[in-house]
């Protein structure tokens, strides 16, 4: 309940712009305190849980060990203000072509900076079992001030989508989450990182 705390605290900290935060030490231990317990519980969650606009508001780093011994955690910071990154997850799509077993939706992600909108957008492929969401940005649309400058596929976006359902996630980017909550979510990145976003109303 202490590290839970810990998180809700930075949460309304960040939402209220306030300078007495949580330290970020404080905040990655309760992360990882939490994610050792989720794994202990075996929880379970659903893509449906994901649906919605999530607002990132802290990230850790990563760094490599010297002996491939693994990759250690860097240090924790919370997004500043003057940026707002969204991450919106959409409900799965319905297509005979694609294993019913396979939960395949859209992914998009979106930086705002000074009158800049950088939006990167894709498919997501949801592993319950294991709490993992598999994704592949495909396209990318950049505004300014709402203007429409460009959009389209990244380069190979159109083969990449069709070869993501049932390509194999070793080989995709993905977030492992831990947390999934009607507030706020947590994970760990394939590169080892941590992160929380809060919703996005």
Not at 43 to 63: A, D, M, P, R, V
Not at 89 to 100: A, D, G, M, T, V
């Amino acid at each position: 309940m202490e590290n839970l705390f810990i998180i809700e605290t930075a949460i309304n900290s960040f939402i209220q712009n306030s300078s007495d935060k949580p330290s970020p030490d404080a905040v990655v231990s309760a992360l990882l305190e939490i994610e050792k317990l989720s794994k202990k519980e075996k929880h379970i969650y659903k893509i449906e849980q994901l649906s919605g606009n999530w607002q990132l508001c802290f990230i850790t780093g990563t760094k490599k060990t010297k002996k491939r011994a693994g990759v250690l955690l860097g240090d924790g910071r919370y997004i500043p203000n003057l940026i707002k990154i969204t991450l919106s997850y959409f409900s799965p799509l319905k297509n005979s072509q694609i294993p019913q077993e396979l939960e395949i939706g859209r992914v998009e992600n979106t930086v705002e900076f000074a009158g800049l909108k950088l939006s990167l957008s894709g498919l997501t492929k949801f592993i319950d079992k294991k709490n993992i969401l598999a994704f592949d940005f495909t396209k990318i649309t950049v505004k300014l001030f709402g203007i429409k400058l460009y959009s389209g596929y990244i380069r190979g976006g159109q083969k990449s989508e069709n070869k993501f359902p049932t390509e194999s996630i070793s080989k995709q980017a993905f977030f492992s989450y831990f947390v999934i909550q009607e507030k706020f979510i947590a994970a760990r990145g394939r590169g080892g990182g941590l992160a929380i976003w809060i919703i996005n109303y």
